[in-house]
């Protein structure tokens, strides 16, 4: 007699919530990765519009309004980047808040997993005790069948 285990349709759930924690995390991920690119790419956009404003500068005859445009689009730059700063903190609060959830679960999933393996033990152990019974019954009835 094979028992199933009661707790099967759980463990198979805590499965699929862990297998949809871990995506959550990887997009996490993918996300805080995106926005660090994106960011990266912005600082770079900022350094050479320095380097243009410099060498307009160092050139001799630049008119106020092409320094003051130039002024007004790192500033927005620098808005943009500050801006991606902060939805990089929130990415990465967002990746180690799944980081954890993740965690959870599979510590859940690893809970339940004990518990088929121990439900698994204690079939074998039933099993090899009936088994053993039957053949101590065994041995007994050939024991007396022999003496008679």
């Excluded at 949809?20 to 995106?34: F, I, L, P």
């Excluded at 008119?63 to 939805?87: K, N, P």
């Excluded at 859940?108 to 005790?129: G, I, T, V, Y």
């Amino acid at each position: 007699m094979n028992a199933p285990f009661r707790l099967a349709s759980i463990l198979r759930w805590r499965e699929v919530e862990r297998d949809s924690r871990r995506q959550e995390w990887v997009e996490a991920c993918d996300r805080e990765a995106e926005l660090r690119v994106s960011a990266q790419r912005l600082w770079e956009e900022i350094q050479a519009e320095q380097c243009r404003r410099r060498a307009a500068l160092d050139a001799g005859a630049v008119s106020i309004d092409e320094l003051q445009t130039r002024h007004r689009y790192e500033l927005a730059l620098r808005e943009e980047l500050d801006a991606l700063q902060q939805a990089r903190d929130e990415a990465a609060r967002q990746r180690e808040l799944r980081q954890r959830q993740l965690a959870e679960a599979e510590q859940a999933l690893k809970a339940l997993e004990r518990l088929r393996q121990q439900h698994c033990d204690q079939l074998a152990s039933d099993l090899r005790r009936r088994e053993q019974l039957n053949c101590d019954e065994s041995a007994a009835r050939q024991a007396v069948h022999s003496r008679a």
